[in-house]
């Protein structure tokens, strides 16, 4: 359990701060099975965008929903999601979560899609 509450304590003090750049925040959560990803308003209230491991699209030929694979595709989804929702400057969100394998994966395949972080 200390494990988790260190992630979250990291994560409140990240989004305190993505909350006073004021620009459209990018978050991950990242389960056992699937990967989310979200976009929301600067002020956190809406979302505008999503992808995870779950839709039809992201999950055609996918041997796994937890995979960087699968990762990259969720992140490659997303930029997409968000150019088509104007969107193109986010704040990564982590979620606390260290920034290699899956997440890693995500954050560069969103960039290659056209997202600045």
């Not at 929301?40 to 996918?62: H, I, M, N, P, R």
């Not at 969107?87 to 600045?116: C, M, N, P």
Request: proline share 1%.
């Amino acid at each position: 359990m200390e494990k988790k509450i260190a992630r979250l304590r990291r994560a409140k003090s990240t989004r305190l701060h993505i909350r006073t750049l004021g620009v459209p925040r990018l978050s991950v959560l990242r389960t056992g099975q699937h990967l989310y990803a979200q976009i929301f308003t600067a002020d956190g209230s809406k979302v505008l965008a999503a992808a995870s491991t779950l839709e039809a699209e992201v999950k055609a030929g996918l041997k796994s929903g937890k995979n960087i694979e699968a990762a990259a595709k969720v992140g490659k989804a997303i930029a997409a999601k968000a150019k088509a929702a104007g969107i193109e400057t986010v704040a990564f969100d982590r979620s606390g979560y260290r920034y290699h394998g899956r997440i890693k994966a995500l954050a560069d395949a969103a960039r290659e899609g056209g997202l600045q972080f």
